[in-house]
T-cell receptor, first 112, second 114 residues
């Protein structure tokens, strides 16, 4: 039990739609990162937020965006969904950047 | 570019046998290193981490890993595998110089035969 919860656990969207995934971090964790894990691959870094500001970004297009809130919750938004966006999306939180990250159970997104 | 290689896609070991999972990284900076385990459809659980200090680190569930800077490796070991260890294992590397992302290997699927 990491204390990091994600919702929903599964969802199905249609190509072109928009989706919002949510994450609730442990109290005191000022850092949240989002990762995309395609089937059979390791997680790929999307971006990190620290104290509500973006603090690093991977090679993902601008249609992937995020927010972090003062209550240790965060969101990942994806616009104009594509079939290749189908993946497990993982949220990870930590006290500070470059410290150990604790992962949630993930949200399985299927785009049809 | 930063990269992490886990050369073995699948490994099968007998219950009670020893285990070593390999991880090599390419990083132009002083890395910090992690091993995570993932059961099917689940998130990642941290097994152990290395930031600095003693290069042999102990983790949960009887796992250990050794950081060898000269070989750019961080191999995971366990002296006696249990059937419940069957899962996928990921090595991950980060460095302050490269922002705050972790770079993951492609994973090694461990099968345990009784």
């Amino acid at each position: 039990e990491t204390g990091v919860t994600q919702s929903p656990t599964h969802l199905i969207k249609t190509r072109g739609q928009q989706v919002t995934l949510r994450c609730s971090s442990q109290s005191g964790h000022n850092t949240v990162s989002w990762y995309q894990q395609a089937l059979g691959q390791g997680p790929q870094f999307i971006f990190q937020y620290y104290r509500e500001e973006e603090n690093g970004r991977g090679n993902f297009p601008p249609r992937f965006s995020g927010l972090q809130f003062p209550n240790y919750s965060s969101e990942l938004n994806v616009n104009a969904l594509e079939l290749d966006d189908s993946a497990l999306y993982l949220c990870a939180s930590g006290r500070e950047p470059n410290t150990e990250a604790f992962f949630g159970q993930g949200t399985r997104l299927t785009v049809v | 570019a930063q990269s992490v290689t886990q050369p073995d896609i699948h490994i099968t070991v007998s219950e009670g046998a020893s285990l070593e999972l390999r991880c090599n990284y390419s990083y132009g900076a002083t890395p910090y290193l992690f091993w995570y385990v993932q059961s099917p459809g689940q998130g990642l659980q941290l097994l152990l981490k290395y930031f600095s200090g003693d290069t042999l680190v102990q983790g949960i569930k009887g796992f250990e890993a050794e950081f060898k800077r000269s070989q750019s490796s961080f191999n995971l070991r366990k002296p006696s595998v249990h059937w419940s260890d069957a899962a996928e294992y990921f090595c991950a590397v980060g460095a302050m110089e490269y922002g705050n992302k972790l770079v993951f290997g492609a994973g090694t699927i461990l099968r345990v035969k009784s």
